[in-house]
């Protein structure tokens, strides 16, 4: 985007998502393999069993790119989503999964135990948007994740891609499902990368699982965080509670690094590098 205002920010998901914005879910290559990549790595973290198909949610479900990939391996879905003009052009591809138009923050309108999974692909962050004088993020996430999570089967697995805006973000979110029952954490791919970088959330419902590692973060030595874990107790998001996305310590470190192999001078006594300058007599 050539203002590099991020969505959310220029109107509410149902204004975004016209007829315009939606063609390029069916029209644009680069787009559709996005969405297929984060959809099929979104469907390995549900780690579902092997040769069984399932009954899947798929929430923010657009023009229906993530439910392809579904059908294509076998599962059935049902995809929710609050654009009009994105459910039509999921009609239009016939895609195979049922389509719900709905507000996820006003819940979920399914009965308990219904799914065995959900996957959700850049749809979360919407949430924390306040669009109307009436919406509350903390609220409409409580509504949210308490209804997904009675509407999954214990045992089952919710993933979400999502854009986290920043730590603050993350902590309400994670925060709201905690709140709702889930357990879980939030799995980073590829954490050294600034263009390659993901985040999916990956929530437990009813039992507590081992959040799965992010893909990535074995080529570096530097110890960036490929995931942060979470239980259903009130525990803060440490790993990344008070610090900028951008500007921590890994991101000033890979900077003065930058500068130096560009021969340009670093300062050496700050506090990331544990050493001070001696007073001068």
Not at 208 to 216: A, F, I, R
């Amino acid at each position: 985007m050539a203002s590099g205002r991020r969505p959310e920010h220029m109107a509410p998901p149902e204004v975004f998502y016209n007829q315009d914005e939606a063609k390029k879910y069916s029209q644009n290559s680069r787009i559709i393999e996005i969405q297929s990549q984060m959809s099929e790595r979104a469907l390995e973290l549900l780690s579902l069993p092997e040769g069984e198909p399932c009954f899947l949610l798929d929430v923010g479900c657009g023009s229906g790119l993530s439910g392809d990939y579904l059908s294509e391996e076998g599962h059935v879905w049902v995809g929710v989503d609050i654009s009009t003009a994105m459910l039509d052009v999921a009609l239009d591809r016939e895609v195979e999964g049922d389509l719900v138009l709905g507000d996820m923050g006003e819940g979920m309108p399914f009965r308990a135990g219904t799914f065995d999974g959900c996957i959700s692909i850049s749809a979360l962050q919407w949430l924390c948007n306040a669009d109307k004088t009436s919406h509350s993020p903390p609220k409409r996430l409580h509504v949210f994740f308490s209804s997904l999570y009675s509407c999954l089967s214990r045992g089952a697995r919710a993933i979400f891609q999502l854009y986290p805006e920043n730590s603050e973000q993350l902590e309400l979110i994670t925060s709201q499902a905690m709140r709702a029952g889930f357990s879980g954490g939030m799995v980073v791919d590829y954490p050294n990368s600034s263009k390659a970088k993901k985040f999916f959330l990956c929530l437990f419902a009813g039992v507590s699982g081992v959040v799965p590692k992010g893909l990535g973060a074995e080529v570096s030595g530097r110890n960036v965080p490929d995931q942060v874990q979470f239980s259903g107790q009130r525990t803060r998001f440490k790993n990344l509670k008070g610090k900028s996305v951008k500007k921590g310590k890994d991101w000033i470190l890979d900077k003065k690094e930058r500068r130096r192999r560009q021969g340009r001078e670093v300062r050496a006594d700050t506090k990331y590098t544990g050493r001070h300058r001696k007073p001068q007599f």
